[in-house]
Structures are given as structure tokens and as C-alpha cells.
């Protein structure tokens, strides 16, 4: 069984530019998650999609950060515009219960 | 807002040894999962638990799903290099959100 995809797995920008992330779920698996990660922390929830609606986006700085769903399968997620503070990895996740299971991440660098 | 604390934060091992980390909540959990994360990758699922009092291994791990619901253990017995990294652990409530620890870092001795 194929594993969640994401891409890009580095990513480095200047300040004020803009990114996207991409992922790509494990199949059948209709909750999706994208989670930031700063270092020597645990993992943060961004948003939470359950099919192709948004179940919790209660921590997602919704003046820079935007995030879709659209067919209920693949997921992106955008900055714009980046901060310094947005450099960590952003990782995304699936799961079909409560088990989550996560990708290998994007590092994003913000210079 | 709920909290987790793990412990310890870190941890120096000699190869052969056995390890425990433990996380404690301010509330009640549905849910226990067990983390590992080797650096430039995302967390690997290493155990959950979903009764009060559950004790599951995988191999060497064993996780328990403490009895009050607000704590979880996990054991790995006879470390061996490759359990080097860092173990998360994250509990579900009744609210379905996920809560982590901020991690156990696992480092060998030389």
C-alpha cells in the first residue's frame, strides 16, 4: 500500500514570496491533515479536511495561509506571503480512523 | 485548553538497555498513539491503544493506556542503534483532535 505523498520535500524562498505545497493521501483515507512542525516541537494542526470540507482550521493563519481539497483526494497548501516564522516542516497526513499516518514532510526555509 | 506532558525530554542510552517514556494529560483520552520521527522524515505510527488498561507490544515496544485515561507508557527493551530519534506520543479526546507531546529524544551513548 502506497504511502502519503508530498512534494516538494525542500523548499527555500525569500520573505514575502509565496509557496505551495502539494499531498496526496493514502487511498480510501478520507480525513486529511496538514500540521506544521517547528523544530524540537511536536506537530501543530493547520487544518483538518474531512472529504473535501474543512472539519477544524482554527489554528490556520487564514491571512497568509490557504489550503484545498477540491475532488477530496490530493490537498495544497499555500503561503503567501511567507514570514521568517513559516520556516519548518509541514507535514501532512490521512487517516481512515483514528490512526494517522503522516508523509515525509516539506522543509521550508523563509529567508 | 488540553495539555500533554512527556517525559523525559531526553534520554542517553548504551545500546542493550532498556527504555521508558511516559506522558500524562490534564484530561481524559480516547486515544493513545505511540510516534517515532527520524530526522528529515515524517512520524512512523508505532502503537495505539484504545482502552483504558490496554497493553500492546510490537516487537520490542510495549505501550500501556493508563487506567485513569490521562497517561500512556512506552517501553523499548534491548535498544539497539536504529531507536535512536524521537518519540512522539498524541492523544484524542472527545473533541477528535489530536494532541501531541513535545517529544522524547532517543540519543546512544558512544
Known amino acids: 500500500e502506497a504511502g502519503v505523498a508530498q512534494s516538494p520535500r525542500y523548499k527555500i524562498i525569500e520573505k514575502r514570496q509565496s509557496v505551495a505545497f502539494w499531498c496526496n493521501p493514502i487511498s480510501g483515507h478520507a480525513t486529511l491533515y496538514w500540521y506544521q512542525q517547528i523544530l524540537g516541537q511536536g506537530p501543530k494542526l493547520l487544518i483538518q479536511f474531512q472529504n473535501n470540507g474543512v472539519v477544524d482550521d482554527s489554528q490556520l493563519p487564514k491571512d497568509r495561509f490557504s489550503a484545498e481539497r477540491l475532488k477530496g483526494v490530493d490537498s495544497t497548501l499555500k503561503i503567501q506571503p511567507a514570514k521568517l516564522e513559516d520556516s519548518a516542516v509541514y507535514l501532512c497526513?490521512?487517516?481512515?480512523?483514528?490512526?494517522?499516518?503522516f508523509g515525509p514532510g516539506t522543509r521550508l526555509t523563509v529567508t | 485548553g488540553q495539555q500533554l506532558n512527556q517525559s523525559p525530554q531526553s534520554m542517553f542510552i548504551q545500546e542493550g538497555e532498556d527504555v521508558s517514556m511516559n506522558c500524562t494529560s490534564s484530561?481524559?483520552?480516547?486515544?493513545w498513539l505511540w510516534y517515532k520521527q527520524d530526522p528529515g522524515e515524517g512520524p512512523v505510527l508505532l502503537i495505539a491503544?484504545?482502552?483504558a488498561g490496554e497493553l500492546t507490544s510490537n516487537g520490542r515496544l510495549t505501550a500501556q493506556f493508563g487506567i485513569t485515561r490521562k497517561d500512556s507508557f512506552l517501553n523499548i527493551s534491548a535498544s539497539i542503534p536504529s531507536d535512536v530519534g524521537i518519540y512522539f506520543c498524541a492523544g484524542r479526546g472527545s473533541n477528535y483532535q489530536l494532541i501531541w507531546g513535545a517529544g522524547t529524544k532517543l540519543i546512544i551513548k558512544p
Open positions: 484530561s481524559i483520552f480516547n486515544t
Open positions: 491503544l484504545y482502552k
Open positions: 497526513a490521512s487517516s481512515f480512523s483514528a490512526e494517522q499516518y
